[in-house]
Nanobody
Framework: QVQLVESGGGLVQTGGSLRLSCAAS????????MGWFRQAPGKERESVAA????????YYADSVKGRFTISRDNAKNTVYLQMNSLKSEDTAVYYC???????????????WGQGTQVTVSS
């Protein structure tokens, strides 16, 4: 069984920083491709970032390039999303994801966390 649990969300001011964590349980997550999605009010869910099994390949949405960094610690079965220079447009529920396919983890991942709220105030 695969379980993903996000933490680290909260309220920050514009220009501030926040780091999200995703703790994965089970043996499969330790070798799975993982990523982050978000859903803002009135918008569709979108892929924000992804990272391959070994951490050698990463993906970022254009809207967050240069501001967000995804990383993983396979020894801890944990994935992180460092968010800097936050904008009000980044306000959303952020979801941790996992999938055996690097492509699908960005499009339609099989495994999802429960989500954590990030709110950026003006």
């Amino acid at each position: 069984q695969v379980q993903l649990v996000e933490s680290g969300g909260g309220l920050v001011q514009t220009g501030g920083s926040l780091r999200l964590s995703c703790a994965a349980s089970g043996r499969t997550p330790s070798i799975s491709n993982m990523g982050w999605f978000r859903q803002a009010p009135g918008k569709e869910r979108e892929s924000v970032a992804a990272i391959s099994r070994s951490g050698g390949t990463t993906y970022y949405a254009d809207s967050v390039k240069g501001r967000f960094t995804i990383s993983r610690d396979n020894a801890k079965n944990t994935v992180y999303l460092q968010m800097n220079s936050l904008k009000s447009e980044d306000t959303a529920v952020y979801y941790c994801t996992a999938d055996p396919s690097y492509t699908l983890v960005r499009v339609n991942p099989n495994y999802w966390g429960q989500g954590t709220q990030v709110t950026v105030s003006s």
